[in-house]
């Protein structure tokens, strides 16, 4: 992704100072200007760099911007600077940011320059962009409260990408840091784009049309978290998890629903699954109301029943079991004493829900249909597969027929190959002494592990010469889902049901291995890519989605640890500054995805699958 450039650094010697200089200036000022320019940041901190202003020139068709945040964890940037090669695809802010957050990675004094050139050829939604940047250390600058180096970067367009459009016919970008060499961080900064973009016209046949990008922006970090501080961040989370609760009942709309486009009852049914599990009352009023209109609404999706089905198991799950998820402990699972009308109800979803798959085809389409019988993705079977899985726990019976195959495909749709990795089986994180952290204790595997990921629907591509792959985050949680929740359903099956979906004890023990070794080459491919800052491999695409999706995997599994990452604590840190002023992350599905993952709202297995991770 990145071609190595240049650094030139001019290296100045300091030498025996007197007291006091020529001028009268202590000799300790001019010292003092000599900065050691590396990122050294905890890999347990989070740091968020916030759009502190935006403005733009130009005429009123030309691109507005539109910067969000960027945010990383300190294992994702290096001490130079750079942004972790499998951060990649970057979206728009980090190409901007990584071009202003680059470092020699040397002592430097004001006036010292160096240089770099860029190829960033993996960028979510734009074309690839070919850049030379230099940098010089003017000087040293209060930024707020803090001394800073004052770093200022020149960033041009050294290349055209061919006769494509889009493409950058124009590239001129000016970075300000203020590089806080005490705490190896950038505090700030500032950019100013001038740029132009050959693009496609708004009506097809025309010619493309020439857009201006002539923005002014500023980011500025806002107070770090130290994800592994479990106590402080305890005590957020359920703020976070009130404010957000309060938040989601204020998005319902005048009938009392929560519409998800025109899917009103798939909108409904995830918002009180979310609501139930974050602990509000069985008995609210609301709630019982809400149930009454979910029960009106069309059936229409796959994903509208299936939820709803998981709506209405967390409409039986105790107070002491959602709070045993919380914390991360065993539960004693409760039994589901559902209602004989709720119980009903679930049949109905069920039964629709087991007729609607897209046969021939064994995976789940948005609903049956047989104009296209190929048309399935793994999205959408896996809130199936979640939804029959609710529903056997609340007493219903589910037929042969519906795993063996499934899971079978699922594993012929996983990349058949992947880099080759010791999976972390043993983690325990180093103390922290006097700010510092401590030596981890980290047990690897002996053998290695292909990461095998999945794609959305269809086979699933990597490339071993380049390590290029079309598997991505969300869907690769969306397969490792597909796998335990079908091994769940078959490990609940009675003997009777048992051997007619699998002909006997030999080939079922047989089809077990087989879809653990599957398991075990997905939850490699999460420890490889693991992130919380972007849904790894697609950007910021589905960044909700994708944590609820590995919030799903981590409880399934019963994963503590994600190779040496706490994935609860650090996506946790996320969140709560993400969260909205108004206590919402975005809109209702998104504020649902978020409470999820806080909440851990997903049901662990009642008889665990074997991943090959820590606690198998």
Request: glycine share 8%.
């Amino acid at each position: 992704m990145l071609r190595t450039g240049h650094i030139r650094i001019a290296l100045l010697l300091l030498c025996a100072l007197p007291l006091l200089l020529a001028d009268g200036r202590p000799a300790r000022a001019l010292a003092r200007e000599k900065a050691e320019l590396s990122w050294e940041v905890d890999p347990d901190l989070y740091l968020h760099y916030a759009v502190d202003t935006q403005t733009a020139m130009g005429a009123d068709d030309d691109p507005k911007p539109n910067l969000q945040y960027v945010h990383l964890m300190g294992y994702e940037i290096g001490p130079d600077g750079l942004l972790a090669d499998r951060t990649a695809p970057f979206v728009q802010e980090e190409v901007l940011f990584q071009l202003g957050s680059y470092l020699p990675n040397a002592k430097s004094r004001a006036e010292d320059t160096w240089e770099r050139e860029w190829n960033f050829d993996n960028v979510y939604g734009t074309q690839k962009l070919a850049v030379t940047s230099s940098w010089e250390f003017v000087d040293r600058q209060a930024y707020g409260k803090f001394d800073c180096a004052h770093i200022k970067g020149t960033h041009k367009l050294s290349s055209a990408d061919g006769e494509a459009v889009p493409r950058w016919t124009k590239f001129e970008l000016t970075t300000e840091g203020w590089f806080d060499d005490e705490a190896k961080l950038m505090r700030g900064m500032k950019l100013s784009l001038r740029g132009a973009k050959l693009e496609l016209a708004p009506e097809a046949g025309e010619d493309p049309v020439t857009r201006n990008y002539l923005w002014d922006a500023e980011y500025k970090l806002v107070p770090t978290i130290d994800s592994s501080e479990h106590d402080w961040l305890k005590k957020k989370v359920e703020i976070a998890i009130m404010n957000g609760v309060e938040r989601l009942w204020k998005l319902q709309d005048k009938e009392g629903l929560w519409p998800y486009g025109n899917h009103k009852r798939g909108g409904t049914a995830l918002s009180l699954l979310a609501l139930l599990m974050c602990g509000v009352d069985q008995a609210d009023q609301r709630i019982t109301d809400a149930f009454a209109l979910l029960n009106e609404q069309k059936f229409q999706t796959t994903y509208d029943v299936a939820i709803s089905i998981m709506a209405y198991e967390a409409r039986y799950i105790s107070k002491a079991e959602r709070e045993a998820f919380l914390k991360g402990e065993k539960a004693d699972k409760d039994k589901r004493d559902l209602s004989d009308e709720d119980k009903a109800e679930v049949q109905r979803l069920t039964d629709w829900l087991i007729k609607n798959r897209n046969e021939p085809n064994v995976m789940w389409n948005y609903k049956r249909d047989e104009k296209l019988p190929a048309r399935y993705d793994f999205s959408v079977t896996q809130y199936a597969l979640l939804g029959l899985g609710s529903a056997m726990r609340c007493g219903i019976s589910i037929p042969p027929g519906y795993v063996r195959e499934l899971v079978e495909f699922v594993q012929q749709q996983q990349a058949q190959d992947g880099p080759e990795i010791k999976r972390v089986v043993g983690y325990k994180p180093g103390k922290k002494k006097r700010g510092k952290k401590g030596d981890d204790k980290v047990t690897l595997s002996t053998k290695d592990v292909k990461a095998r990921g999945w794609t959305y629907g269809a086979a699933t591509t990597y490339v071993r010469d380049t390590g290029a792959t079309s598997a991505y985050g969300s869907m690769t949680c969306a397969g490792i889902t597909c796998l335990i929740g079908g091994m769940d359903i078959a490990a609940n099956m009675d003997d009777e049901t048992r051997r007619t979906e699998f002909g006997g004890s030999s080939q079922y023990n047989n089809w077990q291995k087989h879809a653990q070794q599957s398991l075990e080459g997905g939850m490699a491919w999460m420890e490889y890519w693991f992130s919380i800052t972007r849904n790894p491999n697609h950007g910021r695409a589905w960044y909700y989605y994708y944590l609820y999706g590995l919030e799903r995997i981590c409880m399934l599994a019963d994963v503590r640890y994600l190779g040496t990452h706490d994935w609860y604590h650090e996506g946790a840190s996320a969140l709560i500054t993400l969260q909205d002023k108004d206590g919402g992350w975005g809109n209702a599905v998104d504020t649902c995805f978020a409470l999820l993952f806080l909440k851990r709202g997903t049901v662990p297995l009642r008889k665990p699958v074997i991943t090959g991770g820590e606690h198998d």
